[in-house]
């Protein structure tokens, strides 16, 4: 019973439904019962007793209709076309065609989908949309949704259930696409390797039942079965291994289900087969011969000796070493044992020893090893390189002047014939020229005039080579550097700098820097800041930014205001302390950044002194009903102006709530008659700053009942209130037969004054002014609105108002 008073609306609807068919609202009535209802409009008190009776009469027909019979089972199968055929409804529930049409039958189902449909001319119970059994119930099985029918004449619901039956309509699918074992050359035959199952959408004999793999000599697989009947496939290894013959085999293992015809879904299984160390090194020569030069320089390389192993990882990496070599051999000769290269450690002469002979060993990792033998011939070469003597040297040189000597020195070999000629050369990618002098003497010059910001120094290699077989050759190395002079303004990293301040800084703060640089050295690059005059002749840069001569540091001068100036522009001049000097400019933008340094400032209510504005709520007001809705500013920006609102104090906890993001009070839950009638709620409205900034609201909220009209006319309206009073004043009491809390309400709503005060209706979704709701599904039209109540004065002299609602204007 309390049930029903709480959807009381509803309640409403069907009493007044037993007055006549043709009632559209509350406040329109057909020609055809005007008379009856001017009547009882007119006869107050017979109509209360014949209403009592009504009310009381349709609870207990309410009683007996919810009963809750049950029909079914029915039974289809998944993915059926829209509006297959399930059953007749009228035939399991003894009831003619037109009965079902007349007693306005219809479908309930369980959620937000309407799965099944109803054709009333025939009773045929049909499929309304496509029914994917995997998506209903996922793995569970039977599938069974749960659905009513509901007779609205007299009320009866009967419980039904359809179960929806699977069908193969999807094939298995491997959660990895590759999957990759790993298994020794030496695994003993028949050893098992798991691997894991298929999914399969299906269920029962639809889902995986067997594993089968692609033909080949090694494995076969095996179909498992876990405890839970899910079945995974398992190889068995029925050949042995041999990775240097086949290091790696690609399978295809296919999972198939049980449907007719069957489907299937497969996998990739690369297998890779492990190393055993069942193979010694081997070098590709047995004997290796050189020929060195007696003049061979220390860690020359003479010869790489390599070697293979056709195992692979550990097994298959080799180091090399020499074998039992002599005293003398282990001090000319070295072997890197990783990558074979055989080195001089000291230089040979071949007039002492003509040839060293040593054998060579490499050894796996698994302790396997190879031998071969390597032969070292000493032959007698030219062995005396040519001289350079350096007579003259100017460094640094002046830029930007041409020809300019560098350098002076003479070449000399001691060796005669052709090993004594020389022939000398310097790069090719320098800036200079060798010319030959007197005698063996040579001169050094620019060839063009150098820049030193493009090369401040160079390094000049000159080389001298022997005609001699094998021909011997000298370098000598100089270093030649270049003078500067001013030929380059400072330029900045920037062409323009954005900075950013927070406002209410203290004075002197370091706000940032600009930067340039001068490619030219010295004095000629030593760079001075300096600020401009603002073209803007308004803007009091003076008393605002400083800039560091030195360093290019900017300093605010004194504390600024974002509110005040947001952003202001300048521009700063370096030059060098070149003669003459060179300068360059850049632009600076300083932006002002906000600060919380504003409390939010609530625009509704306000407290001014007056007495306080009580908001009215009816108690019939679903979850969710706008009650109100607070009003804030701030006058920060970005986030500092980001507000938020929280309920921090309320007479009842959890009757109310307020919406984090816009301020909005709302019910939080179904009212009832044991709530408090009166309610103050304090909203706290919080900005978004750091640290965060806060106001409160004060809210003052009065439950009443009743609120059954859909709007109570303005004074001016005269005629059509007293027609619209005596409605009010008859469907009051008939609601209070119904409860005694409403005749206190009853008296309430009359002692009080009406008058009005717009305010703009809203709504859930689908119920908002202009929308008409089929309410009792025989046609008739309900059109729902909200309305504001401010009680005013305290309870003594309350008054409170009602707010004309907007109607629409609808087509014709």
């Known amino acids: 019973m309390l049930d029903l008073f709480k959807n009381l609306p509803n309640v ?4 007044l439904q037993t007055l006549g068919p043709c009632y559209q609202d509350l406040g329109h009535t057909c020609s055809a019962y005007e008379p009856h209802f001017q009547e009882g409009v007119m006869e107050t008190g017979r109509m209360r007793n014949r ?3 009504q009310v009381l009469l349709f609870f207990v027909l309410l009683s007996m209709s919810l009963s809750g019979a049950e029909l079914g089972p029915y039974s289809v199968v998944e993915e059926m076309e829209r509006g297959s055929f399930v059953a007749n409804l009228g035939k399991d529930l003894g009831l003619g065609l037109t009965e079902l049409s007349d007693r306005g039958a ?23 949309e496509k029914l994917d059994r995997e998506e209903l119930c996922g793995p569970t099985d039977p599938c069974i949704l749960h659905f009513q029918v509901l007779m609205e004449k007299p009320l009866e619901i009967f419980q039904a259930e359809l179960t929806v039956r699977d069908i193969n309509d999807h094939s298995p699918v491997f959660t990895e696409r590759e999957v990759i074992l790993k298994i020794s050359e030496n695994s003993p035959l028949g050893n098992a390797f798991p ?15 067997n594993y089968k793999i692609s033909p080949n000599l090694y494995f076969r697989v095996l179909t498992r079965t876990l405890r839970d009947g899910r079945k995974y496939p398992e190889l068995v290894l029925g050949k042995e291994l041999d990775r240097e013959q086949e290091p790696e085999l690609r399978l295809t293992l296919t999972a198939l289900d049980g449907g007719s015809p069957p489907r299937s879904g497969t996998a990739q299984v690369r297998i890779e087969v492990v190393d055993t160390n069942d193979n010694a090194p081997e070098f590709e020569q047995l004997l290796y011969k050189v020929q060195i030069p007696e003049n061979s320089p220390i860690d020359s390389l003479l010869v790489t000796v390599s070697a293979s192993d056709l195992d692979v990882g550990a097994n298959g990496k080799i180091s090399y070493t020499l074998f039992q070599p002599s005293e003398e051999i282990s001090k000319t000769l070295e072997v890197n044992p990783t990558t074979g290269e055989v080195r001089l450690k000291k230089q040979v002469d071949f007039e002492r020893i003509l040839s060293y002979e040593v054998d060579i060993k490499a050894t796996d990792g698994g302790g396997l090893s190879g031998k071969c033998t390597l032969l070292v011939q000493v032959v007698d070469v030219n062995d005396n390189p040519p001289e350079v003597t350096m007579s003259a040297l100017t460094s640094p040189i002046p830029e930007n002047s041409p020809e300019i000597v560098v350098a002076v020195f003479s070449v000399s070999d001691p060796d005669s014939g052709d090993n004594g000629k020389t022939a000398i050369s310097i790069q090719d990618d320098l800036p200079f020229l060798l010319k030959p002098s007197v005698k063996n003497f040579y001169i050094l010059v620019t060839e063009t005039a150098l820049d030193r910001e493009l090369r401040a120094e160079y390094n000049v290699t000159i080389t001298v080579t022997d005609l001699g077989t094998p021909r011997l050759k000298t370098q000598h190395s100089i270093t030649v550097r270049v ?5 380059n303004a400072p330029t900045f990293t920037q062409t323009s700098y954005t900075l950013y301040v927070p406002e209410n800084n203290s004075p002197a703060l370091h706000i940032g820097s600009v930067s340039a640089t001068d490619r030219d050295s010295g004095p000629n690059a030593q760079v001075t800041y300096s600020l401009l005059p603002p073209q803007d002749a308004r803007l009091p840069l003076a008393s605002l930014v ?9 300093f605010a001068l004194r504390a600024l205001d974002h509110e005040a100036l947001q952003a202001f522009e300048f521009r700063v001049r370096a030059a060098d302390a070149g003669s003459p000097a060179l300068s360059s400019e850049a632009l600076v933008r300083v932006l002002v950044l906000d600060d919380n340094d504003n409390a939010p400032s609530v625009l509704y209510p306000r407290h001014n002194g007056s007495a306080p504005c009580t908001e009215l709520v009816p108690r019939a007001a679903e979850a969710g009903y706008l009650v109100t809705k607070v009003v804030a500013v701030d006058g920060d920006s970005g986030q500092n102006a980001w507000l938020s609102y929280q309920l921090l104090k309320a007479t009842e906890p959890g009757l109310f709530g307020v919406w984090a993001h816009n301020g909005e009070v709302r019910t939080a839950r179904l009212l009832s008659e044991r709530d408090a009638p009166r309610h103050r709620l304090v909203v706290l409205v919080r900005d978004n700053g750091e640290p965060p900034r806060s106001a409160t609201a004060t809210l003052h909220v009065l439950l009443v009942d009743g609120f059954s009209q859909p709007y109570l006319p303005l004074p001016e309206a005269a005629p059509a209130r007293a027609q619209a009073d005596s409605l009010t004043v008859s469907l009051v009491v008939a609601l209070a037969a119904v409860s005694s809390l409403f005749l206190l309400s009853v008296l309430l709503f009359v002692a009080l004054r009406l008058c009005a005060r717009p305010r703009a209706a809203s709504g859930p979704e689908g119920h908002f002014p202009g929308h008409l709701v089929d309410v009792s599904g025989t046609g008739t039209l309900s059109q729902s609105y909200q309305y504001e109540v401010c009680l005013m004065g305290d309870s003594g002299t309350s008054e409170f108002k009602f707010f004309r609602p907007s109607v629409p204007n609808f087509p014709p």
């Open 106 to 128: 219809r479908i309930i189902s369980q959620g937000s989908k309407e799965h099944l449909q109803l054709k009333v001319q025939t009773g045929d119970l049909l499929i309304n």
């Open 483 to 487: 003078s500067d002079v001013n030929d």
């Open 546 to 554: 400083s800039v560091s001569a030195d360093h290019g540091q900017l």
């Open 195 to 209: 691997l894991e199952n298929a999914l399969d959408l299906d269920i029962g004999s639809n889902n995986v039942q």
């Open 51 to 53: 209403r009592q009776r």
């Open 12 to 15: 409403i609807v069907l009493t």
